[in-house]
């Protein structure tokens, strides 16, 4: 299934969610993206509608096998994307960390590997 960037950035943040508080529901979502609950919503519906989420009765999500596979590959891409500028360019934290979230969506596979060849020589 494609899967868009917003949808990528919403699983990762689903995945960063839960490893910080173990639950996740819309309205922790939204507070953290700043996004409204109606666009949140929205959003889960698609992604449990495409078989990356699940909703039980009381709004708790949790991301299903196929779900956490992309959102740690998208998170993995994310920090390591942010160590290599950091530390190989010099690029600031901030600015890496901002500068990943959006190289993270568009870098091909090839590069990827390289950088993290990189960062573990």
Known sequence: MTIYESGEDYL???LILMERNGSVRSIDIAHELG??????????GILKRSGFIDIDENGSITLTQEGLKKAASVY?????????LETALGVGRETALEDACRIEHII????????KAFLKE
């Open 108 to 115: 091909s596979d090839e590069s990827f590997e390289k950088m």
């Open 76 to 84: 993995e891409r994310h920090n390591l994307i942010a160590d290599y």
């Open 12 to 14: 990762e943040t689903i």
């Open 35 to 44: 996004f409204s609950k109606p666009s949140i919503s929205r959003a889960m």
